[in-house]
């Protein structure tokens, strides 16, 4: 879990940046599609260029996104893509200051609601979209009795599986492949 790509946040004004449900959904779509333009980001979720522009310029400011001048054909077209490859948090680090705490609460519950409205739109989905993907979607769940440090091996351990697939190369089998949001939470609870 310490990789190098993956920015770890003590900072509650980035979590508050992140603490948006479209810059929340901007971040996913760098994700998924790698560094863009203000108008392929507006295409991809639905939204108004200057909305977009918006978001982006609080993403900048917590540095979550750069320019990408490099990707320009010409002056007049602004790229941007993510600094790091991902980010993440403990709430722990925020215990110190009460409304560092709150931005960190929000920002956990906001993320946990867009992997649920994920997962929701899929069960939504129309019978011929989920025929297509046969028996390959899937949740699993367990009730495991485990201690913290198991717990924490535990999630290296799924986080690593996920990291392989997700830096995987792509296999040239012209196989089509689309996007795919895979999601795991292990947490203390009773049934």
Avoid: C
């Amino acid at each position: 879990m310490d990789n190098p790509d993956v920015r770890q946040v003590t900072d509650s004004r980035v979590l508050a940046a992140l603490a948006h449900p479209l810059r929340r959904r901007l971040m996913d779509v760098f994700k998924v599609h790698g560094p863009s333009t203000v108008g392929l980001l507006a295409e991809r979720t639905g939204q108004a260029p200057a909305n977009v522009s918006h978001h982006l310029k609080v993403l900048a400011a917590a540095d979550l996104v750069t320019e990408a001048p490099e990707l320009a054909r010409d002056r007049r077209e602004r790229w941007w893509r993510p600094v790091s490859r991902g980010v993440r948090w403990s709430t722990t680090d925020f215990d110190a200051d009460p409304a560092a705490r709150a931005v960190a609460d929000a920002a956990t519950s906001l993320n946990l609601d867009r992997h649920v409205a994920l997962a929701r739109a899929w069960h939504a989905a129309d019978d011929a979209a989920q025929a297509a993907w046969q028996d390959g979607p899937f949740s699993a769940d367990r009730w495991l009795h485990l201690t913290p440090d198991e717990l924490a091996q535990l999630s290296r351990e799924i986080v690593d599986l996920l990291d392989r697939w997700g830096e995987r190369g792509v296999p040239d089998d012209e196989g089509e492949r689309q996007p795919v949001f895979v999601f795991a939470y292990g947490i203390p609870a009773r049934p």
